[in-house]
């Protein structure tokens, strides 16, 4: 089945500068990938999501890559705020109608 | 509106006790999802409804019974739990379940915390 790696676990940035997180996919056949932020306390918050006939998709201060053939997709947050302090998730479709998560990465903004 | 409400916030039961989570969507969603996240994980899936009729479970213990009275709610029935089944019980709604190579936004509700003593 899918298998989605992500990567850093953790990931400190000074405010204003930019972060990002990589994940990997196992399943050529995953064609949608979705990013989550969840704050502590709440639940998941779909954030950006791409799907694989587009290779870049941007919403204000984050983006989302996605390179097929390597498998790669990766969030871009510039001007980091301290609101962008969280959990993020990536994600993919997977061949059984399933979505299937990064282990996330904790993102620390330093004021 | 992107509004999944789950209740209670927070539960607290005891390992013979019988208590329901309740989720709720008001955005004509035809899938609804539960999930389990134990601290520091990701959302694990448990259930998946899709007009109202169960098409996925992850092999879930019977301790945990789903139930979809209608399009727009979705229940949690928690019966003989354990402390391990102590997490945050997330509900999810789709505009329809993932099939074949459409997929669809799923929106999360706030959740449930789950303390089993």
């Known amino acids: 089945g899918e298998n989605v790696e992500q990567h850093p676990s953790t990931l400190s940035v000074q405010e204003g500068d930019s972060a990002v997180i990589k994940c990997t996919y196992s399943?050529?056949?995953?064609?949608?990938f979705p990013w989550y932020k969840q704050e502590l306390g709440k639940g998941p918050q779909l954030i950006i999501d791409?799907?694989?006939?587009?290779g870049e998709k941007k919403d204000q201060r984050i983006a989302v890559t996605l390179n097929k053939t390597a498998k790669h997709f990766s969030l871009h947050i510039t001007e980091t705020q301290p609101e962008d302090s969280a959990v993020y998730f990536c994600?993919?479709?997977?061949?059984?109608?399933?979505?299937?998560f990064g282990k996330g990465t904790r993102l620390h903004i330093l004021p | 509106d992107t509004e999944v409400t789950q209740t209670p916030k927070h539960l607290v039961m005891g390992m013979t006790n019988k208590k329901s989570l309740k989720c709720e969507q008001h955005?004509?969603?035809?899938?609804m999802y539960w999930y389990k996240q134990k601290a520091k994980k990701p959302p694990e899936l448990m259930f998946v409804y899709s007009y109202e009729k169960l098409s996925i479970n992850e092999s879930v213990p019977s301790r945990f019974s789903p139930e979809c009275p209608n399009s727009s709610l979705l229940n949690l029935h928690l019966h003989a739990l354990q402390p391990e089944d102590s997490a945050l019980y997330l509900c999810a709604s789709s505009w329809m379940r993932t099939s074949g190579q459409t997929s669809y936004e799923q929106y999360f509700g706030p959740g449930t915390r789950l303390t089993v003593t």
């Open positions: 399943d050529s056949a995953s064609n949608y």
């Open positions: 791409i799907r694989s006939n587009v």
């Open positions: 994600a993919a479709s997977s061949r059984d109608d399933k979505i299937i």
């Open positions: 955005m004509g969603h035809r899938a």
